[in-house]
């Protein structure tokens, strides 16, 4: 069963939910716009693989291999819906960007997810040739307080890049203040002038503390296209305002065991823009 829906619902769905399960009905939801994705992991039995949160309707063509290909390999038992925690290889990407990383590290995240976090940046990077003259790759890391990790052209090659990250220390801090930590990125990011493009991935796990609207709209004006990626109670309209209103540019995930499953979809956004 696939289950399309744009809002909360009205009643509740948990009883119903499991009687499917306990029917054998596998259902799939797909949440559109300012979803609820604690009733959207409800329809779906509490599998966050068979979850997905789309910012509008016009992203479900984006979307719509990464969904059937997913219905089709669902696993037939319970012991095989373990979410893989190797991340796989990624396809190259032909562009040679600045590339930089703006990275929740606020105490839900958990000493765990932020492995996968970790994980995540080193196969999104793997995608470029990272050099001094070819794709540099930067990253900050955020909670109430801003750590930049490297900084654009910190790192020569792949291989120092992957140690440094491998080596980077999980903040556990307080609040989730995205709209600093954009602002900080914008202002402190050592960008190469055009045409050189300017990309920003920003990864959190829960709605900001402050505005984001002005440090996003000043990154647009600065011609820095960002990509907004959201894991688990997620406020969609923020991600949008995050991306520029581009709602091709946002990612809502139920949780981090998922950032494996849709990073080739994600990796393929990037590069096509």
């Not at 696939?2 to 939910?17: E, F, H, M, P, R």
């Not at 979410?83 to 105490?107: A, R």
């Not at 050189?196 to 647009?220: E, F, N, R």
């Amino acid at each position: 069963m696939i289950v399309l829906t744009d809002g909360q619902s009205g009643d509740s769905v948990v009883a119903a939910s499991q009687a499917l399960a306990a029917d054998g009905v596998t259902v799939f939801a797909i949440g559109v716009g300012n979803i609820d994705q604690s009733e959207l992991l409800q329809i779906a039995n509490n599998n966050p693989g068979r979850v997905f949160g789309l910012a509008d309707f016009n992203v479900l063509a984006r979307n719509i291999n990464l969904i059937v290909s997913t219905v089709c390999n669902e696993p037939t038992t319970q012991a095989t819906t373990i979410e893989p925690t190797v991340f796989p290889t990624i396809e190259p990407c032909n562009m040679t960007p600045d590339l930089f990383f703006v990275l929740d590290g606020s105490g839900s995240v958990s000493d765990a997810d932020f492995d996968k976090v970790k994980q995540f940046v080193k196969t999104v990077s793997s995608a470029f040739t990272i050099g001094l003259t070819e794709t540099r790759v930067g990253v900050l890391q955020y909670s109430d307080s801003n750590a930049l990790e490297c900084n654009l052209g910190d790192h020569a090659d792949e291989s120092s890049f992957v140690s440094a990250i491998s080596t980077m220390t999980y903040q556990r801090g307080g609040s989730t203040n995205t709209g600093a930590a954009l602002e900080f990125a914008r202002q402190n990011a050592a960008w190469r002038p055009a045409p050189t493009p300017k990309i920003m991935i920003v990864l959190t796990d829960g709605q900001s503390h402050d505005s984001v609207v002005a440090a996003s709209q000043a990154l647009a004006a600065d011609g820095v296209t960002v990509f907004a990626i959201g894991v688990g109670n997620i406020d969609q309209s923020e991600l949008l305002q995050i991306a520029n209103n581009n709602p091709s540019h946002v990612f809502g995930l139920a949780d981090f065991n998922v950032l494996a499953r849709n990073i080739n979809l994600f990796v393929s956004t990037v590069c096509n823009g």
